[in-house]
Structure formats: structure tokens, C-alpha cells
């Protein structure tokens, strides 16, 4: 008997990229709720219940309202919004965060699937501070570009209605309340809050993060050579991980560090950049926020949950 899976919110910007991922898969039956019911919780609980695995795509409220509505103990949840991303009882799904992180998910009831912005900073950061390089109560900033189909429907249809006439580069968050923060400072690692300084770009999906590193005043200062050893020492490790570590190199510019370039996959590729005499460094990632940053990552996560 094939999996069931029930796509709660199907018809928001990460529902419907699920849908379209899995369209081909002959290996799953997707059961969606009639039109006429679509609004009855009712016709919820029962799809919810009847599903071996619901993905939700809802805003935080509604989300935890489905997780109300489950009184089985057969369904697995995976959780795309906000709500039980530092949840207890819930597995972080980042499968590259370690190399146990993807076994943890496989055996997960409940997985939060991770937000795109933190992705790629905890990519980067979480190995350096593990292997000791870079102290958790270090002063982290992250800034960095992505397309409008981050900000959901609404910010969709103002992108595509003001077309040409939209910012090219729009910052946002700047009240430093942005919703991943917490997210971030739990799976990089870090003692601190950071500071997010995010920015939409005039494009529909592609995304580029960034963190500057300051390292003169740390009592070891660590080379390039050595933040980037303990990144790709970090994803090499991990079996069947999507995450790619590009060569260490001193470059002014790399055409590949394009925010769309990875767009309608659920790759992620890193860099790590430096200047050894001023002590100074840069880790970028590169990844599809509709990808590996949403939709991609919660079919690997149900992938990894169904052991296929």
C-alpha cells in the first residue's frame, strides 16, 4: 500500500511547490480534502488522521491547530512555519546539520522543517563552532538577498503587479525582530542573539546568505584554509547530503554566486572567503528559498521518514 500524504495548506506558495515536486511520484498517494469541505475542521481532522505523513503549510496558529487535530499515533508531521521550530519534542529537519541528523528525522514523529534564512548561516557557522575555530558567544550578523516568493502570496502579487517599477533591493526586519532568530541562534550554535538583515530581491525565488567574520580579536585566529577544512570536513561526513562545499580560493568574483542559480532544486552549495592578513572572513551560501529553504527540504524530510 502506497504512503498517504496529506498537504495541509496545499495551496500556499510552499503547498503548491509539494505538490508540484511530487506530481510524478508513483510511489505515494497524495489525498487532498474536496473543495466544497475545504473549510470544515472537521474535513481537516479526518485528512489529517488518515494520512501517514501531513505536511503542514500554514501560518504558526493554524499549524499548531493541526497538530491538536491528530488524536492518532500513526501520522507523522512535518511542520513547514515557524511554530515548532525550537519546539521540545520536535526533530530539526536540516538533514546536513550533522551526521546524525538525518537517521534522527528517519525515526522523527514530529519534524519542523527548517526556515530558509537560517539555513544557510547555521551551514556555515555550526561547523566552525563546533570544531572550536569560533567561540559560540561570537558577535554574529547575517545579511543577504532572496526572492520575493519568500515573503508568501501577498508580497507575490505586489512583486508581480508593480513588475519592472519594484525595488530591485528591498532590506526588511529592521525593527531585529525577524522570526528565525531563535532558530538560528539554537542550530548554529550561538550564545547570543544575532542580528538578521535580510533584503528582497526583484526575483522570484533564489537566495543568497552571508556572514562577515571579525577574527582578529579572538585569542586563536583561525586562516581560511582552516574555517573552510572544518566545513567541508563537517559536510563530508554526512552520508547522502545535498550540501556542497566549493574549493577554497582567493577570488574577486565568482559568477556561480548567484542567488537563482540553483532555483527548482533542493541543492545548497557554500564559500568561504578570506583575507588572512586582516583577519577577516566571509562564509556565503547559495540556495533555492523555495528549495532546500521550504519545499525540497520537507520531501527530503518525508523521504527520509518513509525510508525511501
Not at 572550536?132 to 558577535?139: E, M
Not at 550564545?191 to 538583515?197: A, F, L, N, R, V
Not at 572567503?273 to 533555492?288: E, G, H, I, K, T
Amino acid at each position: 500500500m502506497k504512503p498517504k500524504i496529506f498537504i495541509d495548506g496545499e495551496h500556499g506558495t510552499t503547498g503548491l511547490q509539494i505538490r508540484a515536486l511530487l506530481a510524478e511520484r508513483g510511489d505515494l498517494e497524495i489525498i487532498s480534502i474536496p473543495v466544497e469541505r475545504r473549510k470544515e475542521t472537521a474535513a481537516r481532522a479526518e485528512f489529517l488522521n488518515a494520512a501517514d505523513i501531513a505536511i503542514l503549510c500554514l501560518p504558526d496558529d493554524a499549524a499548531k491547530e493541526s497538530v491538536s487535530l491528530i488524536t492518532n499515533a500513526t501520522t507523522k508531521v512535518i511542520d513547514a512555519s515557524t511554530a515548532h521550530r525550537v519546539a521540545e519534542g520536535w526533530e530539526y529537519g536540516f538533514a546536513e546539520l550533522d551526521k546524525e541528523q538525518a537517521k534522527k528525522i528517519a525515526t522523527a514523529k514530529r519534524v519542523a522543517n527548517p526556515g530558509c534564512w537560517p539555513q544557510g548561516p547555521i551551514a556555515t557557522l555550526r561547523p566552525l563552532i563546533t570544531a572550536g575555530l569560533l567561540p559560540a558567544s561570537s558577535p554574529i550578523a547575517v545579511n543577504g538577498i532572496t526572492g520575493y516568493s519568500g515573503g508568501g502570496r501577498p508580497m507575490i502579487e505586489d512583486y508581480v503587479a508593480k513588475g519592472e517599477d519594484a525595488p530591485e533591493f528591498l532590506p526588511y526586519g529592521l525593527t531585529l525582530q525577524h522570526k528565525h532568530v531563535p532558530e538560528l541562534k539554537a542550530y548554529a550554535k550561538l550564545s547570543h542573539d544575532p542580528i538578521m538583515q535580510p533584503a528582497v530581491g526583484n526575483f522570484a525565488q533564489g537566495m543568497i546568505t552571508v556572514v562577515p567574520l571579525q577574527l582578529g580579536a579572538l585569542d586563536r585566529v583561525p586562516t581560511g584554509a582552516e574555517l573552510h577544512a572544518a566545513i567541508a570536513d563537517h559536510f563530508a561526513a554526512i552520508t547522502g547530503g545535498v550540501v556542497e562545499v566549493a574549493p577554497y580560493a582567493h577570488l574577486e568574483r565568482v559568477p556561480d554566486i548567484d542567488p537563482e542559480v540553483y532555483n527548482g532544486t533542493n541543492r545548497m552549495k557554500v564559500y568561504v572567503f578570506a583575507n588572512d592578513s586582516r583577519a577577516q572572513a566571509l562564509l556565503l551560501a547559495v540556495y533555492d528559498n523555495l528549495g532546500k529553504g521550504a519545499s525540497g527540504a520537507a520531501v527530503q524530510n518525508m523521504d527520509l521518514m518513509l525510508g525511501l
